[in-house]
Nanobody
Framework: VQLQAFGGGLVQTGGSLRLSCAAS????????MGWFRQAPGKEREFVAV????????TYSDSVKGRFTISRDNAKNTVSLQMDSLKPEDTAVYYC??????????????????WGQGTQVTVSS
């Protein structure tokens, strides 16, 4: 199984970035797909999750209304559109796949596979 995240970069406050994650080696539609992030010196935190079908989506309070998660089961990809970015959004962003949770989970321990991470830096 391989999850490859890309699309990170440096952006000014208020700007936008779109992260994507390409999955291979798994039955993509059988997995909830989540995005997490980890800032220096902080624990990894939940950002958003989309259910297997794409019909159920959950966001953390810190990104709700600014970020949009989506998936394309035909292309085995999950994306995170990030708008109105703030300096506190600076972190390494990880995509992750959860096979067994019946609903969708915000807990990193529920996820079975992780991508390598992509750096997002928001300058003030």
């Amino acid at each position: 199984v391989q999850l490859q995240a890309f699309g990170g970069g440096l952006v000014q406050t208020g700007g936008s970035l779109r992260l994507s994650c390409a999955a291979s080696g798994l039955t993509f539609s059988a997995y909830n797909m989540g995005w997490f992030r980890q800032a220096p010196g902080k624990e990894r935190e939940f950002v958003a999750v989309v259910s297997r079908s794409g019909r159920s989506i959950t966001y953390s309070d810190s990104v709700k209304g600014r970020f949009t998660i989506s998936r394309d089961n035909a292309k085995n990809t999950v994306s995170l559109q990030m708008d109105s970015l703030k300096p506190e959004d600076t972190a390494v962003y990880y995509c992750a796949a959860d096979r067994y949770t019946s609903g969708s989970s915000a807990h990193a321990r529920e996820y079975d596979y992780w991508g390598q991470g992509t750096q997002v830096t928001v300058s003030s």
